[in-house]
């Protein structure tokens, strides 16, 4: 069961498409939005976690680091998570703590702020003074490593 939450943890927070996060017994609540430019800031929010999301299923995939620091391995797609995440809180406060949806070209889709602020409060495995990880965490992660 570990082992599946692991893996599921990375899965949910960079969904395209996210609700509610298992591990948090309240409900979130999801605010539906119509204007455009609104729109277009959640949209934002959804293709920085996409790209994301993409990196981490290959590692996951590739069994390239344990599931749950697979994230961790590419820090400019985190950065930019994280940095679209503040940008976007900033412009729309009342976003923080919920799920937004909205609707482009046919398709639903919603993005859960909460979900990604929990996940982005995650630490990766420890690093040097100079941000750069340590040689144990390095040795660990690239143990892990297979070719496809």
Known sequence: MAKSASITLPIIFLSALVTCYAASPEQIEVIQLN????IRHASAMDQAIVSLGNKVMECVQGKLAPANECFCLYPQELSH?????????????????????????????????????????????????????????MTRLFSWSKRF
Do not use: F, I, M
């Open 35 to 38: 204007k455009p430019e609104d």
């Open 81 to 137: 998570v994280r940095k679209t995440y503040e940008d976007t809180v900033r412009q729309h406060p009342d976003w923080k703590d919920k799920a937004v949806s909205y609707t482009r070209e046919g398709r639903t889709y919603a993005v859960s702020l909460s979900g990604v602020n929990r996940q982005l409060q995650v630490k990766c495995p420890s690093k040097n003074s100079d941000g750069r990880p340590d040689a144990w965490t």
